[in-house]
């Protein structure tokens, strides 16, 4: 299985991005992680199979918003609110088991990232 993410882009501090992540074949839990420069890959958001699930790491909620369309093998993240602390490249991953994508340890397929810059 392959993901493809897209949506990345510059934008101002309070506007918004939406990030897609298309998978090419059957996935589980899906996610979405991002690095920083300098710091280390970080959780940022993850919905389960059915959809009926959604995770987030709180410096993101209330803000961030995960969704999924399993016709399409796909799951999205709208980011609302950005500030310049959620600049990083994000990458898109998913599970190949039953458990949610809340942590690294179990991905089994991760997207090339995509660039999210927020300026102040």
């Known amino acids: 299985v392959q993901l493809q993410a897209s949506g990345g882009g510059l934008v101002q501090t309070g506007g918004s991005l939406r990030l897609s992540c298309a998978a090419s074949?059957?996935?589980?839990?899906m996610g979405w992680f991002r690095q920083a420069p300098g710091k280390e890959r970080e959780f940022v958001a993850a919905?389960?199979?059915?959809?009926?699930?959604?995770f987030y790491a709180d410096s993101v909620k209330g803000r961030f918003t995960i969704s999924r369309d399993n016709a399409k093998n796909a799951v999205s993240l709208q980011m609302n609110s950005l500030k310049p602390e959620d600049t990083a490249v994000y990458y898109c991953?998913?599970?190949?088991?039953?458990?949610?994508?809340?942590?690294?340890?179990?991905?089994?397929?991760w997207g090339k990232g995509t660039q999210v810059t927020v300026s102040s």
């Open positions: 991953a998913a599970r190949t088991d039953s458990l949610v994508a809340t942590q690294e340890y179990g991905i089994g397929y």
């Open positions: 074949g059957r996935t589980f839990s």
């Open positions: 919905i389960s199979w059915s959809g009926g699930r959604t």
